[in-house]
């Protein structure tokens, strides 16, 4: 069993940045491929990126390609976002997820094992 615990969301002006963390229970997280989705008021939950178990590979969705970074350090069983030119269609709840498969492209919701609360994120313009 593995706890996923969010933080770092919060309000940022157009323009800025936040880094997410996820911090992981469990000593098998470095074995999972770890994976952020977000979900804005009246939409559908969408995957943004994963990363696989080692951090040597990553998907990116479209809409957030060249801003948001994601990695991982499996000594502290933690995955970070790094999130840069927020706009404010990035704002939503971003939700940490983990899976046991290794693809890094899977990216449907029903796919994932493990989901932590959320953290908000808002972006003003």
């Known amino acids: 069993q593995v706890q996923l615990v969010e933080s770092g969301g919060g309000l940022v002006q157009a323009g800025g940045s936040l880094r997410l963390s996820c911090a992981a229970s469990?000593?098998?997280?470095?074995?999972?491929?770890m994976g952020w989705f977000r979900q804005a008021p009246g939409k559908e939950c969408e995957f943004v990126v994963a990363?696989?178990?080692?951090?040597?590979?990553?998907y990116y969705a479209d809409s957030v390609k060249g801003r948001f970074t994601i990695s991982r350090d499996n000594a502290k069983n933690t995955v970070y976002l790094q999130m840069n030119s927020l706009k404010p269609e990035d704002t939503a709840v971003y939700y940490c997820?983990?899976?046991?498969?290794?693809?890094?492209?899977?990216?449907?919701?029903?796919?994932?094992?493990?989901w932590g609360q959320g953290t908000q994120v808002t972006v003003s313009s």
């Open positions: 997820s983990g899976r046991r498969g290794g693809s890094v492209y899977v990216t449907e919701r029903a796919d994932y094992d493990y």
């Open positions: 469990g000593r098998t997280f470095s074995s999972y491929t």
């Open positions: 990363i696989n178990w080692s951090g040597a590979n990553t």
